[in-house]
């Protein structure tokens, strides 16, 4: 019997400790395990905190972008605004400042007062004159143009000379005179009365060469007069009095300025000067010493 007991003690002592060591275990390993839990849980909010931050960061930055987009948008409309006033007011300060009576066509059509004088007239150099002692004057922003047209036609071989470039109200009545005196009635259809003469705008030159001196009756036949035909509008330049025209005899030595671009666009088109509305050449009119 006493051996039987203590045996049976020893057999309960055993499941005690394992079960405390269980108990044990389970109880460490629960805590770390809530632990561990509690952290992961900690990490998914922070997570979805983080994720919900940046979400909110990436809506701030696209509404900022939006709103910059939006900026730049009304900048941009508000320099261009800017721009085109300060360029219609360029536009008109520099048509302010330009003679309109420039593109007028005054052939028996518009009328120039004795009072009008081109705003800059300039001595002609009389390098390029037929008569080099006659003092001859133009309009000083005309002149280079003319300077350089008639150096393009030394360079082709044609010696072009001025025989008469501005002629003032005064002078025109004077000439228109000795005319009808000469020709009587019959000088209304190659001279004009005073107030409209191209000449007196100062933009109006009438050629010659060295061999045909005054002789214009014969310029038609010219090499200088095929080359201003094919050449003169690179220069602002046309001929005022084609053949056939409404008002004048035509007069192949009668070159007027009236701007490269409008010049150019009378070319291109085929049309006359004085066939033009008003209207129409008026809009080259800013142009014209470009």
């Known amino acids: 019997m006493p051996g039987k007991h203590s045996h049976h003690q020893k057999y309960i002592t055993i499941p005690i400790a394992a079960i405390t060591l269980l108990v044990l275990i389970i109880g460490v390993g629960g805590y770390l395990f809530y632990k561990n839990f509690k952290e992961l849980n900690l990490t998914k909010i922070e997570l979805a905190n983080t994720k919900s931050n940046l979400a909110q960061s990436e809506a701030n930055a696209k509404k900022l972008s ?35 009576e420039l593109l007028q066509k005054y052939s028996k059509v518009y009328f120039l007062n004795e009072n009008y004088v081109p705003e800059n007239l300039t001595d002609i150099l009389p390098d390029y004159l037929y008569d080099k002692s006659k003092q001859t004057k133009m309009h000083a922003k005309v002149l280079p143009f003319l300077k350089s047209m008639i150096v393009a036609a030394k360079a082709d071989g044609i010696n072009l000379e001025i025989i008469s470039a501005y002629r003032s109200f005064g002078q025109q009545i004077a000439l228109k005179d000795n005319y009808t005196v000469v020709y009587g009635s019959g000088a209304n259809t ?88 008003q209207r129409t050449i008026d809009n080259y009119l800013i142009k014209i010493f470009d």
């Open 66 to 100: 939006e709103d910059l987009d939006i900026e730049r948008y009304i900048n941009s409309t508000f320099s261009r605004q800017i721009s085109e006033i300060a360029g219609t007011v360029g536009k008109l300060d520099q048509l302010s400042k330009t003679d309109k």
């Open 190 to 277: 190659f001279s004009a009365d005073q107030g409209y003469s191209e000449h007196q705008l100062g933009t109006t030159i009438d050629f010659t060469t060295a061999e045909l001196g005054s002789n214009y009756s014969v310029f038609e036949k010219s090499d200088a007069y095929n080359w201003l035909l094919k050449n003169a509008y690179k220069y602002g330049f046309i001929l005022s009095y084609q053949k056939g025209n409404a008002y004048y005899e035509f007069e192949p030595w009668h070159w007027r300025f009236i701007g490269r671009s409008l010049a150019d666009m009378l070319r291109q088109e085929n049309k006359i000067f004085y066939n033009v509305d």
